[in-house]
């Protein structure tokens, strides 16, 4: 996983060990603990969590996530996220970090002409961080949202960073239906030492809609279409049933399933569980890797009234 950070470092696409094709790979991959559960689907995410996939999302909801996962080998990505009342709408912050992990750096050993390494004593380490600040309005049965996100890699002792925005809008309907379209990565390059690529831009959009209600059971159900820069497009199925026990807990599942454009290191298809009170929650999520390696595992915590 570090070779694939090195490699991203130099220029050569440093989103190819994640399958996304784009520089700024933490931007890629599943930022919230019921985004990975729903194999990346935002068409659910609200609070600060939206700034995640549409900032218009996070005028639904005050609160505040955080989540950490082990992805690959020694790496993790973890995210944090908040929204707070502000004027009309809300401000909303997050960050995300995936920590590719460390290994020893390792020189030709002259005495050998090279043939054979020998170690300094010193850690190499690559990380990438994004932290992003939003602000979204609801305006009836709107809502319209816009942030702004600085991107931070760093491989080695060689650093690059840039400055992207999003954009977004989305409708509630009778019976909570769900319309969410947003423009991501507008403009931008992440440069510096590094060999300075643009960002590359997404359009994301979402219907979600009430597939099953009975009693203290409801069944939503969401597709989502993603169209990315320099990559084919993909369409996700999420579905999220939700059980209201009379002592006023919540049990959660989630599941989703993605079609077209797909990564080299994950399954197109995920999984979780949440148990919720009215103000807080706990969450995991679940989704096999291929090549053998096993599943990556995410847990999450969120607040919210």
Request: no cysteine.
């Amino acid at each position: 996983m570090f070779a694939a950070a090195i490699a991203a470092g130099i220029g050569s696409g440093p989103a190819r060990a994640a399958g996304q094709g784009a520089p700024g790979v933490v931007l890629r991959l599943p930022a919230g603990t019921a985004q990975m559960a729903e194999a990346g689907s935002g068409a659910l995410a609200r609070g600060g969590e939206g700034l995640f996939v549409n900032p218009a999302q996070a005028a639904y909801e005050t609160g505040a996530s955080a989540s950490l996962q082990r992805w690959l080998e020694h790496s993790t990505l973890g995210s944090l996220s908040a929204s707070i009342p502000m004027g009309d709408g809300r401000l909303a912050g997050a960050a995300r970090v995936l920590d590719f992990g460390s290994i020893d750096e390792v020189v030709p050993d002259a005495s050998t002409g090279g043939r054979d390494g020998r170690s300094t004593g010193d850690r190499l380490s690559a990380r990438e961080v994004a932290w992003t600040g939003g602000y979204a309005m609801a305006i009836r049965s709107f809502a319209v949202g816009a942030s702004v996100t600085y991107v931070q890699q760093s491989v080695a002792d060689l650093n690059a960073s840039g400055v992207t925005s999003d954009a977004g809008v989305a409708w509630r309907g009778p019976r909570d239906w769900r319309v969410s379209v947003a423009a991501q990565q507008l403009g931008g390059r992440l440069s510096g030492d590094l060999r300075s690529q643009p960002f590359a831009s997404a359009l994301r959009a979402s219907v979600q809609a009430p597939a099953f209600t009975r009693d203290r059971v409801t069944l939503d159900a969401a597709v989502e279409m993603l169209a990315e820069e320099r990559q084919p497009g993909s369409a996700t199925l999420a579905l999220e049933a939700r059980w209201r026990s009379p002592s006023a807990l919540t049990l959660v599942a989630r599941g989703g399933a993605r079609a077209g454009a797909s990564t080299a290191l994950q399954q197109p298809y995920a999984a979780g569980l949440a148990l919720e009170s009215p103000m807080l929650g706990v969450e995991w999520a679940v989704q096999p890797l291929r090549d053998g390696l096993g599943f990556s595992h995410r847990l999450g915590l969120r607040w919210s009234r």
